[in-house]
Nanobody, 124 residues
């Protein structure tokens, strides 16, 4: 069992920036960020392997968000710039223990471990 702990959420004005962090208690193959707004499904924000390959972003965040990692610290980051009110959601860190085929990398069901979530609120 791998435990994931997120931090870095909060309240920010539109156009501002936040950086989320997620630290894993053990080894995993993939890490990802998902988000879930009220009444919505859990959608992929960004994902990567620990080697920095197979990076994928959700369409709505491309060019604004960047996923990065510190492998030695088992910590993955999500730098969020040019935030918009529609980015408001609970952001979840997820990890997969094995390789995930391309067609499933955007699916929440493809990941094995989940953090508790951190709230991001963007005011207009």
């Amino acid at each position: 069992q791998v435990h994931l702990v997120e931090s870095g959420g909060g309240l920010v004005q539109a156009g501002g920036s936040l950086r989320l962090s997620c630290t894993a208690s053990g080894s995993t193959f993939n890490m990802a960020w998902f988000r879930q707004g009220p009444g919505n499904e859990r959608d992929l924000v960004a994902r990567s392997t620990w080697t920095g390959s197979n990076i994928m972003y959700g369409d709505s965040v491309k060019g604004r968000f960047t996923i990065s990692r510190d492998k030695a610290e088992r910590t993955m980051y999500l730098q969020m710039n040019s935030l918009k009110p529609e980015d408001t959601a609970i952001y979840f860190c997820a990890a997969g223990a094995r390789h995930i085929i391309y067609s499933r990398r955007h699916l929440a069901s493809a990941y094995d471990y989940w953090g508790q979530g951190t709230q991001v609120t963007v005011s207009s």
